[in-house]
């Protein structure tokens, strides 16, 4: 039923499949409380819950609080009827989640991105960890509903291409991302932006809460944006995943970008950006802990700026970082006031790695928000999931694809 199409299902699948879906967003829930949302009769109710019962989609679980008389039986989804691999193709590594239906991760492994990580090796080190995760957990092709992947963009996501992702090692160019996965695992293969996966996963935890407008922005070596607008994840006519990259412009005689272009937020709050300014300023003679520690200038990395940051204190590194996130504040702002999100999550190493940037970025985006809409409550997240938030996201996407399709 969960792996057949919509438009195959017999009047009766789709009433079973509606009941299986409530379960799944109210789970553990009582027969009556399904009788209510559902407005079957209950012994209709009864019956199919037996047959999902009996073909194990669905499980008992325990019993609510009684309201007099006996305690009502609990019903939840079966977790491990099926199982997704949630793959997270980033500048730093490539990883691989196995994933039950309540987005549990059950395994997870990973390989380090570098320069003889060519497409070639990325997709033999996927094949082989998915078989042997597969083995392992004693998984057979039927077990498993597929393989969903976040990648870096910009990306063709119809035809399953990453395109040309900046900062990636040579061969990173018009990869056939899912064709080549898809003959050697022969399983259901989906791609998204990695921004967007990670907000499917995250919007997940956060549904309680009720936010409907979310925006969230992952931060590293390049930007990626993601936008849900009244519960809806926005796609749009983007299919590039080239919006919300970073070029935003935030001062129209700034510094020169990669894109050609004056003044892009990417020139300054990138990782890229942010060593090149530091560097620049050490070589300008500017005092630093730092200055120490490296004969050569230009070795020196992202982390080792955190480095001074967060240990030292370092009045240098301190500025530049400050700077930087004065001009990634300015463009939140931006986009706040074009969006009025009520949830904004900020993710990946630049806000994760150092407190004084996110506290930075978040001051000055809220202050700004205040002026034009004082009224208007926004609150900030680093994101629930961490590091696994992009692969758990990938495997969601192929689950909605059977439980939506
Ligand atoms: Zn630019």
Not at 62 to 88: Q, T
Not at 219 to 244: A, H, P, Y
Not at 268 to 284: Q, T, W
């Amino acid at each position: 039923m969960i792996k057949k199409q919509s438009k195959n299902l017999t009047q009766k699948e789709k009433s079973l499949k509606e009941l299986y879906l409530l379960i799944k967003e109210f789970g553990p829930v009582t027969k009556g409380c399904l009788v209510q949302k559902t407005g079957l009769k209950q012994t209709t109710c009864s019956r199919f819950i037996d047959e999902l019962l009996q073909e194990d989609v669905i499980i008992e679980s325990g019993y609510a609080e009684s309201s007099g008389g006996r305690k009502p039986l609990m019903y939840d989804i079966n977790p491990e009827l099926y199982f997704m691999f949630g793959v997270d193709i980033s500048h730093t590594e490539v990883s691989v989640l196995l994933i039950d239906l309540s987005l549990t991760i059950k395994e997870h492994t990973q390989l380090k991105m570098n320069e003889n990580v060519t497409p070639e090796v990325a997709v033999n080190f996927i094949e082989k960890e998915i078989r042997s995760l597969s083995a392992g957990h004693h998984l057979s092709e039927s077990d498993v509903l597929g393989i969903g992947i976040g990648a870096v963009g910009p990306l063709d996501r119809e035809n399953g291409l990453i395109l040309n992702p900046l900062g990636f090692p040579a061969g990173w160019q018009n990869v056939q991302i899912l064709d080549m996965l898809h003959k050697r695992l022969n399983m259901k293969c989906m791609l998204d932006n990695r921004a967007n996966t990670a907000l499917l996963a995250e919007y997940e935890k956060h549904t309680q809460s009720d936010y409907s407008n979310v925006l969230q922005i992952l931060k590293g070596v390049s930007t990626q944006t993601s936008i849900i607008t009244e519960g809806r994840l926005v796609r749009g006519t983007d299919k590039l995943g080239m919006f919300g990259q970073g070029h935003m412009i935030v001062d129209i005689d700034g510094r020169k970008c990669i894109c050609g272009g004056y003044g892009c937020l990417h020139a300054y709050s990138s990782i890229p950006a942010i060593e090149e300014d530091f560097i620049s300023r050490l070589k300008r003679g500017h005092a630093s802990v730092l200055r120490e520690r490296f004969t050569d200038f230009d070795q020196i990395k992202f982390e080792d700026i955190c480095w001074a940051v967060n240990e030292k204190n370092d009045p240098l590194a301190c500025e530049v970082i400050k700077n930087a996130a004065m001009y990634t504040g300015i463009g939140l702002s931006n986009f706040i006031n074009i969006l009025y999100p009520d949830l904004i999550i900020l993710d990946g190493p630049t806000y994760k790695k150092m407190d004084l940037f996110y506290s930075t970025v978040t001051e000055i985006a809220a202050e700004r928000a205040k002026l034009l809409n004082p009224d208007h409550h926004i609150t900030f997240s680093r994101g629930a999931l961490g590091e696994n938030a992009v692969a758990v996201g990938a495997g969601k996407m192929i689950l909605e694809y059977f439980l939506y399709n």
